[in-house]
C-alpha cells in the first residue's frame, strides 16, 4: 500500500536560510509526486509535480524537489528562505497505477524567522 | 476562470442536522474529490468521481454521501452531522488523464458541529 511520511511536524529557519522538507514515501508502482503549498485560511496550491520525466523538478516561488527512487524520497529545497515562505507544505503521492487519487502527508509547518 | 469554488465558506451544525457542501468547477476536468483536513492528520479523502457518473469510496467515507450532478458538479451530504464532522472540507479536480494528474483546490468549508 502507498503511503507518505513527511519528517517534522513543524520547521523553523531563519530569513535567508536553506529550506529543506522532507519527504519519503512507500509505493509498490513507479510513483507521481507532488508539493503543495497551503497559506492560512486557504486552499492548496501545487508547488511541483514529479511525473517520471526529469529527476529534479523545479517549481514555483524558487523550491524545488529531487526525485531519489533509491531513497524513496521526494524533498523540497529553497535555497534561500523569504518570510511569504511561511506556511503548511503537504506532499503526495498517486495511489495505484492509472488511477489519479492521492495519499496525502501529514504536513509540515514552516515557520521563517526574521 | 474561476477554478474551483466551494459554498458555503462557513457553517455551523447542530448534532443531527444535516447539509450539503457545492463543489464546481470551470476547467472541463474529468475527476472530482472531496478531502478533510484535521490538525496533524494532513488532508484525508472522503468520496471522489473519476468521471461524470461515476462516484467511489475514499479513506474515511463514513456518515458522507456524494453527488456527480454533471461534469461541473460535485456535491458531499452530511445526513445526520455528529462533531467528529467537525472539520475543514475541501473539493479538487483534476484532468484524469495521464498528463493531467494534478489536483486543483477550492478555498474549503469550514464546519462546526455543536
Known amino acids: 500500500a502507498q503511503s507518505v511520511t513527511q519528517l517534522g511536524s513543524h520547521v523553523s529557519v531563519s530569513e535567508g536560510a536553506l529550506v529543506l522538507l522532507r519527504c519519503n514515501y512507500s509505493s509498490s508502482v513507479p510513483p507521481y509526486l507532488f508539493w503543495y503549498v497551503q497559506y492560512p485560511n486557504q486552499g492548496l496550491q501545487l508547488l511541483l509535480k514529479?511525473?517520471?520525466?526529469?529527476?529534479l523538478v523545479k517549481g514555483i516561488n524558487g523550491f524545488e524537489a529531487e526525485f531519489k527512487k533509491s531513497e524513496t524520497s521526494f524533498h523540497l529545497t529553497k535555497p534561500s528562505a523569504h518570510m511569504s515562505d511561511a506556511a503548511e507544505y503537504f506532499c503526495?503521492?498517486?495511489?495505484?497505477?492509472?488511477?489519479?487519487?492521492?495519499?496525502f502527508g501529514t504536513g509540515t509547518r514552516l515557520k521563517v524567522l526574521a | 476562470n474561476a477554478g474551483v469554488t466551494q459554498t458555503p465558506k462557513f457553517q455551523v451544525l447542530k448534532t443531527g442536522q444535516s447539509m450539503t457542501l457545492q463543489c464546481a468547477q470551470d476547467m472541463n476536468h474529468n475527476s472530482m474529490y472531496w478531502y478533510r483536513q484535521d490538525p496533524g492528520m494532513g488532508l484525508r479523502l472522503i468520496y471522489y468521481?473519476?468521471?461524470?457518473?461515476?462516484?467511489d469510496k475514499g479513506e474515511v467515507p463514513n456518515g458522507y454521501n456524494v453527488s456527480r450532478l454533471n461534469k461541473r458538479e460535485f456535491s458531499l451530504r452530511l445526513e445526520s452531522a455528529a462533531p467528529s464532522q467537525t472539520s475543514v472540507y475541501f473539493c479538487?479536480?483534476?484532468?484524469?488523464?495521464?498528463?493531467?494528474?494534478?489536483?486543483?483546490f477550492g478555498p474549503g468549508t469550514r464546519l462546526t458541529v455543536t
Open positions: 468521481s473519476a468521471s461524470e457518473g461515476t462516484t
Open positions: 503526495a503521492v498517486t495511489v495505484g497505477s492509472g488511477t489519479y487519487k492521492y495519499i
Open positions: 479538487a479536480s483534476s484532468g484524469g488523464t495521464v498528463s493531467s494528474y494534478e489536483q486543483y
Open positions: 514529479y511525473t517520471s520525466a526529469a529527476t
